[in-house]
């Protein structure tokens, strides 16, 4: 009789995402371009820095890499009415071109001896317009390829590869940077863009049509259907609430390393480090909660994360603090894994596009203004108190979510589906296919 470890991997809950027979042939494609990606963090910083005048090096920094986020949540609302409806490879396809080519014009302009500070700053805008939209994509073709069941696991997989990628990809990107400079990276980054959008239209073959019921929806329709669905607009809350929390801690623990330890930056690269492995482990563990309470879990993540971060908040010795902070980040990574699931779970498929490039164009927000935030509490009551106060606000945020879920719960009829259930069983009907169009297909 063959054993468990025979019989891994098909045991695992991974196996129906990486043996699907298109997922397969996009995972590699999604894994490069998550690489590149994670050098360009460091490189977009390293560029403006280097374009910038000696005095305003870091003002350009913050608000290079500001333009390499931030706009994806214009781009929600500018572009709602024209992508709304439409599918997963199509949308995450269109991000890929899009970014492929507005990076690729850096390198270009450079090259020209044109390459200026606001034109930077404006290719790096240009590139993040459909950011939220193919990152709505992404999750959508999970939907539409695979069952329910296989959800988190795929969600996971892609939370991993986005893991390793901020890992591996900034200190391979110094190293790029001190042989070739930034400009270079950045060129890298556009050719793995490229390769995506490539990956896409070779191995996901897409319709040109939107469905002929979305064209009239309007440029917010997907925050029209998170405020109509309390579950959606919960968990948005919550999420928004999530990180914007965490914001401040980005400026809080590097005073934290040099004022309150005393010790120097190689400190706080092993903070860095520890929290990277620890979300990469979180990553990899995150498939195998597919049996848990989703709900329950998400909210539990969050609270579970607030207290991992006491340690740091309460001045705990090293040896206490680091594994903390490790922990905090194995807790963290299953977070966008169980939260996409669900709406994943409370979404029809040709609605889910609209709704989470909408929750993707609020969550963009909430880092940067947490951060924003961050600088006049750091320099009102220190690094140290600056982080246990978010420990506990975070804390405290994930048990009001838990209260409120537990009063939802008690009110439901015995035995009876939520509203959001009935409402997505509705949507759901399948409708008949139009001859010679094939619908996707889907593991057993």
């Not at 492929?100 to 001896?113: M, T």
């Not at 240009?126 to 069952?147: K, Y």
């Not at 968990?235 to 801690?249: A, H, K």
Request: charge should be positive.
């Amino acid at each position: 009789m063959p054993t468990d470890t025979a019989r891994f991997p098909r045991t695992s809950p991974y196996w129906p995402v990486v043996s699907h027979p298109q997922l397969r042939r996009v995972l590699p494609g999604l894994a490069v371009s998550a690489l590149g990606d994670g050098m360009a963090v460091v490189a977009v910083i390293w560029l403006a820095s280097d374009l910038a005048p000696p005095g305003q090096r870091e003002t350009w920094a913050a608000l290079a890499m500001a333009a390499y986020t931030v706009p994806s949540a214009v781009g929600t609302v500018v572009f709602g009415r024209l992508l709304r409806g439409r599918g997963g490879a199509q949308l995450a396809g269109w991000d890929a071109i899009l970014r492929a080519c507005a990076l690729a014009a850096i390198p270009l302009a450079h090259l020209a001896g044109v390459l200026t500070l606001g034109l930077y700053v404006v290719l790096l805008a240009a590139s993040a317009l459909l950011h939220s939209w193919g990152s709505a994509g992404r999750f959508t073709l999970i939907a539409e390829l695979l069952p329910q069941r296989h959800h988190l696991p795929a969600n996971a997989v892609l939370g991993t590869i986005a893991g390793f990628a901020t890992i591996v990809g900034p200190p391979l990107a110094g190293i790029l940077i001190g042989w070739a400079g930034p400009v270079w990276v950045i060129a890298i980054d556009a050719a793995t863009f490229a390769a995506l959008a490539l990956t896409y239209r070779l191995a996901l073959p897409t319709s040109d049509e939107a469905p002929r019921a979305e064209r009239g929806a309007s440029r917010t329709a997907g925050l029209a259907v998170i405020r109509r669905n309390p579950a959606l607009l919960g968990l948005l809350v919550l999420s928004l609430g999530f990180f914007l929390l965490f914001g401040p801690v980005y400026v809080a623990m590097p005073f934290h390393v040099k004022d309150d330890l005393h010790a120097s930056a190689t400190l706080l690269g092993i903070f860095y480090a520890a929290f990277g492995v620890g979300g990469l482990v979180g990553g990899l563990v995150a498939g195998y909660l597919r049996r848990w309470p989703l709900r329950v879990t998400t909210i539990g993540i969050v609270v579970g994360f607030g207290i991992a971060m006491l340690p740091l908040g309460l001045g705990a010795p090293l040896v206490v603090s680091l594994p903390a902070f490790a922990l905090a980040g194995l807790i963290w990574a299953p977070y966008m894994s169980t939260s996409m699931a669900l709406f994943q779970r409370s979404t029809s498929t040709e609605q889910l596009p609209a709704v989470l490039a909408a929750n993707g164009a609020v969550l963009v927000l909430a880092v940067p203004l947490g951060t924003m935030l961050g600088g006049p509490l750091v320099r009102a009551v220190g690094a140290r108190p600056t982080m246990l106060l978010c420990a506990v606000a975070i804390v405290a945020l994930g048990l009001v979510a838990g209260g409120f879920a537990i009063s939802r719960w008690s009110a439901r009829p015995p035995g009876g589906p939520t509203g959001t259930e009935v409402s997505v069983r509705r949507r759901s009907v399948r409708r008949p296919v139009p001859a010679g169009r094939a619908r996707s297909p889907r593991t057993p």
